[in-house]
């Protein structure tokens, strides 16, 4: 897929969802097509978070889901990264 646009995936914070900057301490992006190593990947786009507690140690876990533009099979499918303190994945 020829894109016109490099997308990837940044955090942002912020007071309220109109007064948002990105995250101090966070490195842009935090999740970008090279990232992906078990397909050859055009783009990543469109992420959602979830936080959990891990059993272990009770320390929060989070988990990322995004879309994966697959060159080989030229669709979008779904990718997962996950971070023990959501800025790092």
Request: proline share 7%; aromatic share 12%; net charge negative.
């Amino acid at each position: 897929m020829n894109l016109r646009w490099n997308w990837s995936i940044s955090i942002y914070a912020g007071t309220d969802p109109r007064h948002l900057t990105p995250a101090a301490d966070t490195p842009t992006p935090v999740l970008s097509r090279a990232d992906v190593t078990d397909v050859p990947a055009s783009f990543v786009a469109d992420p959602f978070m979830l936080r959990t507690q891990r059993r272990d140690d009770g320390g929060d876990a989070w988990h990322m889901f995004f879309e994966v533009w697959n060159d080989d099979t030229e669709q979008g499918e779904i990718g997962y990264a996950s971070s023990g303190d959501g800025r790092a994945w």
